[in-house]
């Protein structure tokens, strides 16, 4: 019980601090994941050895990860399913699952049909959805064209990946466990209906749920709270990982409020980001072997490496390609494969079941979950480059970093110099023609991350 308390005052006090790093470290250029997921590992037993991966905070670890999956499978709209970019997104997501695949056959430390070969086969397809929403929401992008293509696409890179886990890693045949996963779906479904036909009856308990929303009772956070748990219970019933219970949940949330709930949005956000899910992080970060990612960096590189090759890529073709997409720019098309490319939690999913089916090393899954927490750095500042490309010449700076490499950071604090420049002129050159810089709603559509270059004859419209 001590060590329990001590390292969840530890927890606390990391994630107290990491925002507030984040905050001071310029133009914000590390995501607060980074932080939580180093600060982890630095307080880990591999390390200082102030926090430590006991049963109790294993378990609000496993909280936090469903929070982070309810979350983002609350996110998804049946358009990023259904939708002509969201059928793309689930054919792209099949050809990077044959790509990673074939890698992974040729690549001699795994073995493709095993459990550890399967799990990288999955790592490599994966895009980090949930971690990826409150970036481009801060980012303001999410309500543009850049946004809904990383949602069509991250969208079947969270989903598939979960239902592959369930289907590829079990040690059941495979025709039980597509049995349970029915049995499963069946009883999330009945989850669904319960409360929809409660609401159209309009009976008392539906009705008591919805007059203490906001009391002390707090009824609608308390439902939630049921349905999440209770689907990641069953979940591990079923011998499936919690994420599909943890997902399962968010879609039913979505199909409940289709038209969402601010109220309740705001309650379970507060839960979600002020404990469970920088919890997680901080956990996920304090399993890392800090000594075993020094010991092996051609791996971690080599997996970053991949990741592009495998999620990137094939996204990016596919948006070239697409007939509602191929007149999107090229720094467009990179900034949603970049953002794509962003993955962390379904790593850490798929590494913790290879390790626990003996198939993987501690070692080798510390690596990997280190190269997960490096995408989570690096493909956003590389798609904010991009998406910010027409301001400022990236072609150029790239130049520049081939040429004098050791000079990356002062190219790059040009670069945001040069950027912030172009962006001042636009808002003063709006302002002269009486616009305000945020009503210009049109702008995000039109071009890379919101911002637009103007021309010097430009008259501001």
Same mark, same amino acid.
């Given at each position: 019980m001590v060590t329990d308390l001590v390292s969840l005052a530890f927890i606390a006090l990391i994630a107290f601090l990491c925002p507030i790093l984040c905050k001071l470290i310029p133009n914000?250029?590390?995501?607060?994941?980074?932080? &939580?997921? =180093?600060?982890?590992?630095?307080?880990?037993?591999?390390?200082? $050895?102030?926090?430590?991966?006991?049963?109790?905070?294993?378990?609000?670890?496993?909280? =936090? &990860?469903?929070? %982070?999956?309810?979350?983002?499978?609350?996110?998804?709209?049946?358009?990023?399913?259904?939708?002509?970019?969201?059928?793309?997104?689930?054919?792209?997501?099949?050809?990077?699952?044959?790509?990673?695949?074939?890698?992974?056959?040729?690549?001699?430390?795994?073995?493709?049909? $095993?459990?550890? =070969?399967l799990a990288v086969a999955i790592a490599l397809t994966t895009t980090a959805l949930g971690t990826l929403l409150p970036i481009l929401q801060e980012r303001k992008l999410l309500d543009t064209r850049i946004g809904s293509e990383i949602l069509a696409y991250g969208t079947w890179g969270?989903?598939?990946?979960? %239902?592959?886990?369930? %289907?590829?890693?079990s040690t059941r045949a495979k025709w039980e466990t597509m049995l349970i996963l029915l049995a499963f779906i069946a009883i999330a479904l009945l989850a669904a209906a319960v409360p929809k036909q409660a609401e159209r009856l309009g009976g008392w308990l539906y009705?008591?749920?919805?007059?203490?929303? $906001?009391? $002390?009772?707090?009824?609608?956070?308390?439902?939630?709270?049921?349905?999440?748990?209770?689907?990641?219970?069953?979940?591990?019933?079923?011998?499936?990982d919690i994420v599909l219970g943890a997902f399962a949940a968010g879609f039913i949330m979505r199909y409940l409020i289709p038209d969402g709930n601010p109220t309740l949005e705001m309650?379970?956000?507060?839960?979600?980001?002020?404990?469970?899910?920088?919890?997680?992080?901080?956990?996920? =970060?304090?399993?890392?072997?800090?000594?075993?990612?020094?010991?092996?960096?051609?791996?971690l590189v080599l997996f970053i490496v991949l990741l592009l090759f495998v999620r990137a890529l094939p996204i990016f073709v596919s948006l070239s390609l697409g007939k509602t997409s191929r007149d999107m720019t090229v720094p467009e098309r990179l900034t949603v494969a970049f953002y794509c490319t962003t993955a962390l939690p379904i790593i850490v999913a798929v590494t913790t079941v290879a390790v626990a089916a003996g198939a993987m090393g501690q070692a080798t899954a510390s690596v990997l979950v280190a190269a997960g927490g490096i995408?989570?750095?690096?493909?956003?500042?590389?798609?904010? &480059?991009?998406?910010?490309?027409v301001n400022a010449d990236l072609g150029a700076a790239l130049r520049e970093i081939r040429e004098q490499p050791r000079e990356l950071a002062h190219i790059l604090a040009e670069h945001r110099h040069r950027e912030r420049e172009l962006h001042r002129q636009l808002k003063a050159r709006l302002a002269a023609a009486g616009v305000r810089h945020g009503d210009v709603f049109d702008l995000t559509e039109r071009c890379p991350g919101g911002i637009c270059p103007v021309d010097e004859d430009d008259d501001g419209r």
């Open positions: 914000q250029a590390v995501p607060e994941t980074v932080l &939580l997921l =180093g600060a982890g590992a630095l307080a880990g037993p591999h390390v200082l $050895n102030i926090v430590q991966v006991t049963d109790a905070t294993a378990l609000l670890s496993d909280l =936090g &990860l469903a929070f %982070l999956f309810l979350l983002a499978g609350y996110e998804i709209s049946p358009k990023s399913l259904t939708g002509a970019e969201g059928r793309r997104g689930a054919a792209t997501w099949a050809v990077t699952f044959a790509i990673a695949f074939a890698v992974v056959v040729a690549w001699p430390s795994f073995s493709a049909l $095993n459990v550890d =070969g969270e989903l598939l990946p979960v %239902l592959a886990m369930t %289907l590829l890693l009705r008591f749920v919805v007059e203490n929303a $906001n009391t $002390n009772a707090q009824m609608l956070v308390r439902t939630v709270n049921l349905l999440l748990i209770g689907l990641t219970a069953i979940s591990a019933l079923f011998d499936l309650k379970h956000s507060a839960m979600a980001y002020g404990f469970f899910i920088p919890l997680f992080f901080i956990i996920s =970060g304090a399993k890392i072997d800090v000594t075993a990612v020094a010991a092996d960096p051609e791996l995408t989570v750095l690096i493909m956003p500042l590389l798609a904010s &480059l991009t998406a910010h490309s």
